[in-house]
């Protein structure tokens, strides 16, 4: 089984001074990464934030979380995430997934397709990304994209590649992932309109989404961490926390109890790593992305479960 690792997901901070703050704070913290989600509206543009953060850590390491392929040309995309790498050290992740949020591609004039056309669009633009950064020459004439004689310079530190993390809530995109990712994210599946099927945010449903990317993976599942992202967090009794922050907590590991969701994560810190640890017994998970609001509150399980 491969070790704990613990990222936070954030988009924007009040002021730039804040924002690099919470680069270091991540880093000293424990937390392997900082991944920003690739939304428009309030929060920072993704790529140029996570260069700024990479300037002021040494070891955190960064990545889109995850960047929409709709928005971006696979040649401008593989620039961009190549310089990240550059940039950085060696730090980047490649978070990359179809786009699911419909006020963004309102904003953008864009065309909604539906999920077919969407993932049809992502599977070319991964092999494009994938060409480039291992070193061709690439001229393409697909269905969605057409490049003639595109070469990526400088390429990546990382060879062939940095790790690439994709995320996936239907069969088909778990068991792509399963196929082309270094890290999969499992998350609830999105219906024609873009919203989360609700029904799928429990822990019956996110085992059975391992299951597939277990079976597709073959010889590739000792290898591949999974990922779930975690929208509201806590520890029950933390350190940080006053009698009023303990009570809601409380309350909150009590309601996740009941419900049993991976996406929410409430607890004393003995209950959180007892469950962390079946539940990496029973799915293969791994990772946790941890939300901004809750990265100094969840410090002690970051610790705990990784060694620090």
Excluded: C
């Excluded at 690439?138 to 990382?158: D, F, K, N, T, W």
């Amino acid at each position: 089984m491969l070790p704990f690792r613990f990222v936070v997901h954030e988009g924007s901070a009040r002021t730039g001074a804040a924002w690099l703050d919470v680069a270091r704070r991540a880093e000293s913290i424990g937390y392997a990464a900082l991944y920003m989600p690739d939304h428009l509206g309030r929060q920072y543009s993704p790529l140029t934030a996570l260069a700024a953060a990479a300037a002021v850590t040494t070891s955190l390491r960064v990545a889109p979380y995850v960047a929409a392929n709709d928005f971006r040309h696979p040649l401008l995309l593989a620039r961009e995430l190549a310089t990240l790498d550059v940039v950085s050290g060696g730090r980047a992740e490649i978070g990359i997934g179809a786009g699911w949020r419909t006020a963004d591609y309102r904003q953008l004039g864009a065309a909604y397709d539906p999920p077919k056309v969407r993932i049809d669009r992502l599977v070319e633009s991964l092999g494009i990304l994938k060409r480039l950064f291992a070193g061709e020459t690439v001229s393409h004439e697909g269905r969605h994209y057409r490049i003639g004689e595109a070469r990526l310079e400088p390429r990546p530190v990382q060879q062939p590649h940095p790790p690439f993390v994709i995320g996936g809530g239907g069969p088909r995109m778990l068991r792509l992932a399963a196929r082309e990712a270094d890290i999969v994210g499992l998350i609830p599946q999105f219906d024609a309109h873009g919203r989360p099927i609700v029904g799928q945010a429990t822990e019956a449903a996110t085992r059975a989404k391992a299951q597939i990317v277990r079976a597709e993976a073959g010889s590739r599942w000792d290898a591949l961490r999974l990922d779930v992202i975690v929208f509201d967090a806590g520890i029950v009794g933390g350190r940080s926390s006053g009698p009023l922050a303990s009570l809601a907590a409380a309350a909150k590991a009590t309601a996740v109890a009941l419900i049993g969701t991976p996406y929410v994560m409430y607890g004393t810190l003995p209950r959180l790593r007892t469950l962390l640890e079946r539940r990496r017994e029973q799915s293969g998970i791994s990772q946790y992305a941890l939300p901004g609001h809750a990265l100094e509150a969840m410090a002690p399980l970051v610790e705990a479960m990784t060694g620090r």
